[in-house]
């Protein structure tokens, strides 16, 4: 039995080495403008983070400020019974005692 050649009418074709040509310089084009978009999309996603970390730190400094300022002014109000205020403020948050305590040294230095 013998073999038939089959040739593709397009291989002859001078313009399908053309074409292919054409398609693998877009291809690489394309990777390229793929590669800069994601890197341009990760630089904006880094410096999204950093502005909203900058935000999440002013927000906390500015509640911890808001926080002394009510603590203390809690204390200021009831001074001669600060000792009993810090106790009862220990019990409820520590947190907020250990801040309460500082803020009573300034007023007294004789709490315990």
């Known amino acids: 039995m013998t ?5 593709p009418e397009h ?3 001078p313009k399908t080495r053309i074409v292919g040509i054409l ?3 877009i291809g690489i084009f394309l990777s390229v403008v793929t ?3 994601h890197r341009a999309h990760t630089q904006a996603v880094i ?3 950093g502005a909203n970390d900058a935000w999440a ?5 500015k509640i911890r400020a808001n926080v002394s300022d009510a603590a203390l002014s809690v204390l200021e109000t009831l001074a001669p019974d600060a000792a009993k205020t810090l106790l009862a403020i220990d019990a409820a948050d520590p947190l ?3 801040i ?3 803020l009573a040294l300034r007023l007294s230095p004789k709490l315990p």
């Open 3 to 7: 073999e038939i050649e089959v040739t």
């Open 11 to 13: 291989a002859a074709d």
């Open 23 to 25: 398609v693998g310089v």
């Open 35 to 37: 590669i800069a978009s």
């Open 47 to 49: 410096e999204r983070t």
């Open 57 to 61: 730190f002013y927000q906390a400094k």
């Open 96 to 98: 907020l005692a250990a």
């Open 100 to 102: 309460a305590r500082r």
